[in-house]
Nanobody, 122 residues
Framework: QVQVVESGGGSVQAGGSLRLSCVAS????????TNWFRQAPGKERERVAT????????WHADSVKGRFTISQDYAKNTVYLQMNSLKVEDTAMYYC???????????????WGQGTQVTVSS
C-alpha cells in the first residue's frame, strides 16, 4: 500500500503562487488514483483535483479550474498541485490521498497524508 506525505504549503498574498508536493512511497504512485482535497475551518472537505490511475486523465474542481493544475513526475514518484492566482478563499488545509481501484476515492478510503496548510492573505 502506498503512503503519501504532503509539503509545500505556506502563506502568500492574493494573486501569488504555491506548488504542493505529494511524495509517495511503498509503491508506484501512477498505479493509484491520487487526489488533492482541502478543508477550511467550519467547511466541508472539498475535492480539488484528481489524477486518475495511469496519469492520463485529470480532473479539477470548477472553483480552481484555470488556476490550479495537478501533475505527476514518475521519476520522483510525486504528484504536484500547482496553484496560481491564489485567492483568500483558497485558504485551507490541503491533503493528498491515494487509493485504488475506485476513483475518486472517498472518505475513509486509501492512504491520506497529514496535510499542509495554505494561507492566502489580501
Amino acid at each position: 500500500q502506498v503512503q503519501v506525505v504532503e509539503s509545500g504549503g505556506g502563506s502568500v498574498q492574493a494573486g501569488g503562487s504555491l506548488r504542493l508536493s505529494c511524495v509517495a512511497s511503498g509503491d508506484t504512485v501512477n498505479r493509484y488514483c491520487t487526489n488533492w482535497f482541502r478543508q477550511a475551518p467550519g467547511k466541508e472537505r472539498e475535492r480539488v483535483a484528481t489524477i486518475y490511475i495511469g496519469g492520463a486523465t485529470l480532473w479539477h474542481a470548477d472553483s480552481v479550474k484555470g488556476r490550479f493544475t495537478i501533475s505527476q513526475d514518475y521519476a520522483k514518484n510525486t504528484v504536484y498541485l500547482q496553484m496560481n492566482s491564489l485567492k483568500v478563499e483558497d485558504t485551507a488545509m490541503y491533503y493528498c490521498a491515494a487509493g485504488r481501484p475506485t476513483c475518486p476515492i472517498g472518505p475513509g478510503e486509501g492512504s491520506w497524508g497529514q496535510g499542509t496548510q495554505v494561507t492566502v492573505s489580501s
